[in-house]
Antibody
C-alpha cells in the first residue's frame, strides 16, 4: 500500500532551524516526484516546490526559493523540507504529495497527513 | 504569477441540488499546441489533505463520483456537483499547473442548506 508518512508536529522559536520529513512506503521512491504545499490556518493552499528523489532535481516557487530547502535521501525513501531561520509567518500545516510526470502534467495521487509547524516566541 | 479567483467564497446548497463553482485565471491556461487546459480541481475536507477530483479541466480522477464534473476553457472554468450529497461538504480549490509557480484559488466552501 502506497503511503506518505510525515514527521510529527513541531513547536519552534523564531530564528531556530527545522527539518521536517516525508517518508514513502509501498512504491519505488526514486520514480516519483515529491512536492510540498503550505496551508496557513484557515487559509488556502500554496505550492512551494517539488523534487525528484532519483537525481534530486528540484524546482521552487519563487515565493519560497531561498526561504526553504527541499531535499531527498533516496537511500531511506525520505524527502525533506528545511528552514535555517524560522519566522512566525512560517506557522502552517505543510503537506507532501507524490507526483507522476506525464505529458506535461505533474499529477498527484497520494498525500501525506500534514505536519503542523508552530513558530512562536 | 497566474492568479486564480474563485467565486463564490461560500455556497449553501440543499441535499440533492446542483452546486456550481466558478474559477477564473488571470491569463489563459490553455496550452495551444496540446489544446489542453492546465487546470485541476481539489476537494479538501476538514482536517484532511486535499484530494484531486478533476484534471485537464474536465477529466475525472479515478474513483471520483460522476456527480462531479468540470468544464471551461481558456480563463473561465466551472466545477459542478450535480446532486449534492452530505459527504460533499468541503472546501474546493481550483489549481493551475500551466506555469511555475503553480497556484491555487482561494477556495469555495460548500455547505448544506
Amino acid at each position: 500500500e502506497v503511503q506518505l508518512v510525515q514527521s510529527g508536529a513541531e513547536v519552534k522559536k523564531p530564528g531556530e532551524s527545522l527539518k521536517i520529513s516525508c517518508k514513502g512506503f509501498g512504491y519505488n521512491f526514486t520514480n516519483y516526484w515529491i512536492g510540498w504545499v503550505r496551508q496557513k490556518s484557515g487559509k488556502g493552499l500554496e505550492w512551494m516546490g517539488i523534487i525528484y528523489p532519483g537525481d534530486s532535481h528540484s524546482r521552487y516557487s519563487p515565493s519560497f526559493e531561498g526561504q526553504v530547502t527541499i531535499s531527498a535521501d533516496k537511500s531511506i525513501n525520505t524527502a525533506y523540507l528545511q528552514w535555517s531561520s524560522l519566522k512566525a509567518s512560517d506557522t502552517a500545516i505543510y503537506y507532501c504529495a507524490r507526483y507522476t510526470y506525464n505529458n506535461g502534467y505533474y499529477k498527484d495521487d497520494y498525500w501525506g497527513q500534514g505536519t503542523l509547524v508552530t513558530v512562536s516566541s | 504569477d497566474i492568479v486564480m479567483t474563485q467565486s463564490p467564497d461560500s455556497l449553501a446548497v440543499s441535499l440533492g441540488e446542483r452546486a456550481t463553482l466558478s474559477c477564473k485565471s488571470s491569463q489563459t491556461i490553455l496550452y495551444s499546441s496540446s489544446k489542453k487546459n492546465y487546470l485541476s480541481w481539489y476537494q479538501q475536507k476538514l482536517g484532511q489533505p486535499p484530494k484531486l477530483l478533476i484534471y485537464w479541466a474536465s477529466t475525472r480522477e479515478s474513483g471520483v463520483p460522476d456527480r462531479f464534473s468540470g468544464s471551461g476553457s481558456g480563463t473561465d472554468f466551472t466545477l459542478t456537483i450535480s446532486s449534492l450529497q452530505a459527504e460533499d461538504v468541503a472546501v474546493y480549490y481550483c489549481h493551475q499547473y500551466y506555469s511555475v509557480p503553480w497556484t491555487f484559488g482561494q477556495g469555495t466552501k460548500v455547505e448544506i442548506k
